[in-house]
């Protein structure tokens, strides 16, 4: 982003409405407003420092250059339908600047465009993703009780979502992507003694790939001194289901974590939307890929890490013999 904004400052001549939508820590859309500055002093930043009304009073011909905040609401598989239909957030370093941002949002967005401060704006966004990332840490810790209790956590989900004002989300391997599993430590980092319950919720979802693999071993305890050689069917590797991307994948870092582990184990991943193997793990000699889910016949443990909609009938051609780890619940009952 500062590479960006120091760029856009060697070509800017005034008149322009700079946005950035890059979800950012809050207080980055004034430290970059600010650094065009100190770049170009001969310029008016409209919004930053005292400097600058001073100097538009002096050079009243001189067209303030204006910056603002509208952080991306969009969704993976509907990006192009949403960019059009989603409400947007739209902060300015002044008034002004938050209104020529609207105006361009509302030139196309169906949905309702909201003006207000920058940083108002930039901690909407990061409040969304800690929002939603507090609500699955619950589910997911709520799975680890649950197992511990010996309850059928799914079920406990179904009866406790009856109640009229409660709605417990399902659990899965951990948190992935390039928003939930990130943008929460923006606020635990500018806020450390105070985003307590932000920092916990960071936690116990980084936390989650790590109990997956704890099932895994036990699964594979009754292998231990047979001199057989098991063979692991991990299906899934991106961050949610039916698509491609992989970042932040708590199903990749399962599949790392236990290549580590269990040497010994053959482990096939199984993704028909993945190609090839990330590069930290070709180098693991016991991981293989394949994109066709009929390898789960021969596999004597099948993990489902994504609930990906190829694998929604595949429960069915799992042998009786075959342990069975679902984190997703997308078999369950």
């Given amino acids: 982003v500062r590479a960006v904004f120091e760029s ?20 980055t859309t004034r430290e970059m407003a600010e650094r065009v500055q100190e770049l170009r002093p001969d310029l008016v930043v409209d919004g930053v420092g005292d400097d600058a009304v001073a100097a538009r009073a002096s050079a009243p011909a001189t067209e303030a250059v204006y910056v603002a905040y509208a952080p991306e609401r969009v969704l993976p598989g509907r990006i192009v339908a949403e960019l059009h239909t989603n409400d947007r957030i739209v902060g300015g370093l002044s008034s002004e600047a938050a209104e020529r941002a609207a105006a361009l949002y509302r030139s196309f967005c169906l949905g309702e465009v909201v003006s207000t401060t920058a940083p108002t704006a930039e901690l909407v966004k990061l409040s969304e993703n800690a929002f939603r990332d507090v609500n699955i840490a619950f589910a997911n810790e709520l799975s680890l009780i649950a197992d511990a209790e010996g309850v059928d956590v799914y079920e406990l989900i179904r009866l406790a979502n009856r109640h009229p004002r409660v709605t417990i989300l399902q659990p899965g391997p951990g948190v992935g992507g390039h928003c939930i599993a990130i943008d929460p430590w923006f606020i635990v980092q500018r806020n450390p003694g105070l985003a307590r319950l932000v920092r916990s919720a960071r936690e116990v979802n980084d936390s989650k790939p790590h109990w997956v693999v704890e099932k895994l071993g036990v699964a594979l305890g009754k292998f231990v001194g047979s001199g057989v050689r098991p063979r692991v069917a991990l299906l899934g590797l991106t961050f949610k289901p039916n698509v491609d991307d992989v970042r932040q994948s708590p199903a990749l870092e399962i599949v790392r974590l236990a290549a580590h582990r269990f040497p010994g184990v053959s482990f096939v991943a199984i993704d028909p939307h993945v190609r090839e193997l990330p590069a930290d793990l ?22 489902l890490l994504v609930a990906h909609r190829e694998f929604a009938e595949l429960r069915e051609a799992i042998g009786p013999d075959t342990e069975v780890l679902d984190v997703t619940g997308m078999w369950h009952g």
């Avoid at 856009?8 to 207080?27: F, M, N, Q």
């Avoid at 070709?282 to 993990?303: C, I, Q, T, Y």
């Fill in 282 to 303: 070709k180098a693991a000699e016991n991981v293989m890929l394949d994109s066709g889910p009929a390898l789960v016949r021969d596999a004597d443990v099948v993990v």
């Fill in 8 to 27: 856009l400052a060697r070509v800017l001549r005034g008149g322009e409405t700079v946005i950035l939508e890059s979800t950012s820590p809050t207080g």
